[in-house]
């Protein structure tokens, strides 16, 4: 499988907790984006690296919130002391500097109790 | 004002009608994303356009860069193509995508 791949799928977990998830996108891509999506809206960008530096952060991006792509590959979101209003789809998506189509992982969804 | 506007919210259609769904945009944009999202699932890329008109099976898409807006077209529409449709915005340097609300569309057999 060549497309963007996103772990875990599902997260539930109790308010205060941390979570991390993982974005591995496709793999001659260089640039790499997270993205939030709550119920019924359409998603909002969060993050972006371009290889290993992370270019530019939403003000949606508190400080309960940090991203890493360590190697310029795989890329990770984590989210600290979770609150009720961070549940929602997590997305992920990359593209390459020559094509700038963005293609999307399946999604975590994170459901805060 | 959200950047990126679409309209209709909600759409219902009879089986073999021709769908429009509308984008218009507020800020310059180096091109624009027509995504697929089926209830639950991810995200797929239908077209990326930055001029004129794009074809792929019985969907098209146009893009007027002056009027700043785009239209998303199904021919021949089928119950398969019930989903939520997104236009979303390349801006900046980076590429980030703003995105629309999504039209929620339903065919009908």
């Known amino acids: 499988d060549t497309g963007v791949s996103q772990d875990p799928r599902h997260k539930i977990t109790k308010r205060g907790q941390n979570v991390t998830f993982r974005c591995d996108p496709i793999?001659?891509?260089?640039?790499l984006y997270w993205y939030r999506q709550t119920l019924g809206q359409g998603p909002e960008f969060l993050t972006y690296?371009?290889?290993?530096?992370?270019?530019?952060k939403s003000r949606l991006l508190s400080d309960r919130f940090s991203a890493e792509r360590p190697k310029g590959s795989f890329s990770t979101l984590e989210i600290q002391r979770t609150e009720q209003g961070d549940s929602a789809m997590y997305l992920c998506a990359s593209s390459s500097d020559r094509a700038r189509e963005q293609f999307f992982g399946p999604g975590t969804r994170l459901t805060v109790l | 004002k959200n950047e990126v506007e679409q309209s209709p919210q909600n759409l219902t259609a009879q089986e073999g009608e021709f769908i429009t769904i509308n984008c218009s945009y507020s800020v310059g944009i180096s091109a624009l994303h027509w995504l697929q999202q089926h209830p639950g699932g991810g995200i797929v890329s239908l077209f990326m356009?930055?001029?004129g008109k794009k074809k792929h099976g019985r969907l098209i898409a146009t893009i007027n860069i002056q009027e700043k807006h785009s239209s998303l077209h199904i021919t021949a529409s089928h119950p398969r193509d019930s989903a939520v449709y997104i236009c979303?915005?390349?801006?900046?340097?980076?590429?980030?995508?703003?995105f629309g609300t999504g039209t929620l569309l339903a065919v009908q057999p």
């Open positions: 690296f371009q290889n290993e530096a992370q270019l530019e």
């Open positions: 979303a915005a390349l801006r900046g340097a980076t590429n980030k995508l703003i």
């Open positions: 356009l930055s001029s």
């Open positions: 793999s001659e891509h260089n640039r």
